[in-house]
């Protein structure tokens, strides 16, 4: 177990080297909802809890994946204002879900360190959108530190605690796709593993009005002492290259500015920003008056840009600051070397030229995977559904549904907006609405918008595709399943039970492979005057894949194939092609579900011997 070994070197990707962080740390508890980009960080905790019971050692923290965010930072925050060191992780958007709790959060405070990790998506590479989570730091008043690399990221961990606890209040820790996932190498210190007892003292916790407005101006004084702690930390750091220009960045984009010095052999300053919030003005100042202009690279928001041009401003120092709309600066997406290197050419007057390289290659979209349960769902709902039936869907491998040929994900907010929304179309449309939500998103957020469409008689059928996994972010366990995170035995909750006993009249469950059936349980679900739910329950096919003892493959018998391409074009199954004039089965893909026997009109597919 590479992440309890000591005293040595390690290649980690960013998020395990957060994990390393809270274990040197000594971290007591750690919780999470799973998203990328930041889920091998609970994973990894998750992953040295399993093995520890395995091999029979105490686990010395508490871990969980928790029904959603918003839980998960209270579980934590208990334990932290009971004085143990606690860690949470979540993706950016996952903060907003843990928000309406998070904001309050800072005025109360902790006694023992706790740390937030929020794993933002420039470039929505596996998300709903780029929100710059930097603004959460602003918006709560708390701190916060952003690493570059996984040394950093580890490093940047425990000192996250340290600060929190100093402070007494919660520390963010804000990654991005790039840092999340980069792997480097890391110094494996010392491990602090103690099995610790939390002690809750009695205080001013309530936070009724009168409570908040005195906790209130107890906060802004822990952010004046933030300041002067950003001043003289370790991670704000200034870099000297000679000339008499100046640059300011921090986290992913840090990387690409120290390449471009590099090749491009240019004379700066480089002022590296880790600790973020509270900035550190009067080195910001000092710096400021050494150069004759300054550039600041930061990825999303010109949140530094605008924040240091509030402190030359202040201290009236006269200098033109580049930002956001020089060069290839803006406002939206990731930053990449090109971006970086062309658009400090221009800054400092060098000649930078790439030859353009153009690839002529057919983008590759995701799709379901060869024999997902979802696909068969898709697929039987089409064949039964009015051509205007509206789709809202929601977030997880389903919501690939969008994609032709089954189309049927026509509107997504956010967790649970399925069954949220899908009421409203049905009031404002009339039109018939079939909503989507997979098992673990239906315990995260569905239950709240399903409790209001039965008390509102909202008339729309919810189908719960429950693959018995928290499949799209690596098959974490959620409160469907009877082992959690710690590898214990847990209560698996049954969502039919669940849909049932608060009041839903029409339910069925169906195995989404038996086409008839689930076909005939649509049918039936949408005759239904009000509101009717299917759930479609079959393991995901990953899952299935690693229980069966042998491999199950089809092939075509081309005596009876008519080419008719139903498999390809309208079952899309990604394990057919064509062959010349022939359709085959590619073995190494295709995964042995048989749904496709079901779907061929001439019964021209077998189980191959």
């Known amino acids: 177990m590479k992440l309890l070994e000591e005293n040595k070197k390690a290649i980690l990707l960013g998020n395990e080297a957060i994990a390393r962080g809270a274990l040197e740390a000594g971290v007591d508890f750690a919780t999470t909802y799973p998203g990328t980009p930041a889920s091998e960080i609970s994973d990894s905790l998750s992953m040295v809890a399993r093995y520890m019971n395995k ?15 918003k839980v998960a930072l209270e579980m934590a925050a208990s334990a932290a204002i009971s004085g143990l060191r606690a860690i949470t992780s979540m993706k950016h958007v996952g903060m907003n879900v843990a928000s309406d709790a998070f904001m309050t959060y800072a005025y109360v405070g902790c006694k023992g360190g706790h740390v937030i990790v929020t794993g933002d998506d420039p470039s929505c590479h596996s998300s709903q959108n780029e929100q710059d989570n930097r603004q959460y730091a602003r918006f709560a008043n708390l701190p916060m530190l952003e690493p570059s690399n996984p040394e950093e990221a580890k490093e940047m961990t425990i000192e996250a605690f340290k600060i929190s606890e100093e ?36 205080g001013d916790y309530v936070t009724v009005p009168e409570i908040a407005r005195k906790l209130h101006p107890v906060l802004i004084k822990k952010m004046e002492k933030a300041k002067e702690m950003a001043e003289k930390n370790k991670f704000n750091y200034i870099e000297d290259f000679g000339g008499n220009y100046g640059i300011i960045t921090s986290g992913a984009a840090y990387n690409y500015v120290k390449e471009a010095i590099d090749d491009l052999d240019i004379k700066t300053k480089l002022f590296k920003i880790g600790f973020s919030h509270p900035l550190p003005e009067k080195k910001i100042a000092d710096f400021l008056r050494n150069v004759e202009k300054v550039i600041i690279v930061e990825e999303l928001e010109p949140i530094m840009e605008n924040e240091i041009k509030i402190i030359a401003r202040n201290n009236n120092i006269d200098i033109k600051i580049y930002g956001k709309g020089f060069g290839k600066f803006g406002r939206i997406y990731e930053y990449n070397p090109d971006i970086v290197y062309s658009t400090l050419s221009d800054f400092f007057g060098i000649e930078y030229g790439v030859k353009e390289i153009k690839i002529n290659a057919a983008p590759r979209p995701p799709i379901l995977c060869p024999g997902c349960p979802h696909r068969a769902t898709y697929y039987a709902v089409k064949k039964v559904a009015p051509p205007d039936t509206i789709y809202p869907t ?59 469409a039965i008390h509102h008689n909202h ?20 409160p469907g399943n009877s082992i959690d995170g710690m590898g214990n035995e847990a209560v698996a909750i049954n969502i039919a039970s669940i849909v049932k006993g608060i009041g839903v009249k029409h339910v069925e469950v169906v195995n989404p492979y038996n086409l008839k059936a689930t076909q005939d349980a649509f049918k039936r679900a949408l005759e239904y005057d009000g509101l009717s739910v299917v759930i479609a329950k079959a393991p995901c096919i990953l899952l299935d894949l690693k229980r069966r003892r042998k491999k199950i493959t089809f092939e075509i018998d081309q005596d009876k194939c008519t080419k008719c391409n139903v498999c390809i074009n309208d079952f899309a199954c990604p394990a057919f092609y064509r062959d010349g004039d022939k359709i085959k089965i590619n073995e190494s893909l295709c995964t042995g579900c048989g749904f496709c026997v079901q779907v061929c009109p001439e019964k021209a597919i077998r189980r191959k011997k």
Do not use: W
Request: aromatic share 10%.
């Open 55 to 69: 091999i029979g050692i105490d686990v010395p923290f508490y871990f969980e994946y928790s029904t959603n965010e």
């Open 167 to 202: 402070l007494e209040i919660p520390v963010l820790l804000r990654t991005t796709t790039r840092v999340a996932h980069m792997r480097g190498v890391v110094e494996l210190k010392k491990l602090n593993m103690e099995k610790k007892k939390g002690k809750f003292v009695k």
């Open 394 to 452: 929601d977030i997880g491998c389903y919501t690939l549904g969008v994609l032709p040929p089954y189309k049927t994900a026509d509107f997504l907010l956010c967790m649970g907006s399925s069954a949220g929304s899908a009421g409203g179309f049905s009031k404002a449309t009339g039109k018939k609405v079939i909503a989507f939500i997979g098992d673990s998103t239906f315990f995260h957020a569905g239950l709240p918008a399903l409790i209001n």
């Open 459 to 478: 008339n729309f059928t919810l189908a719960i595709l429950d693959n018995s996994t928290t499949a799209m972010t690596g098959h974490q366990p959620h």
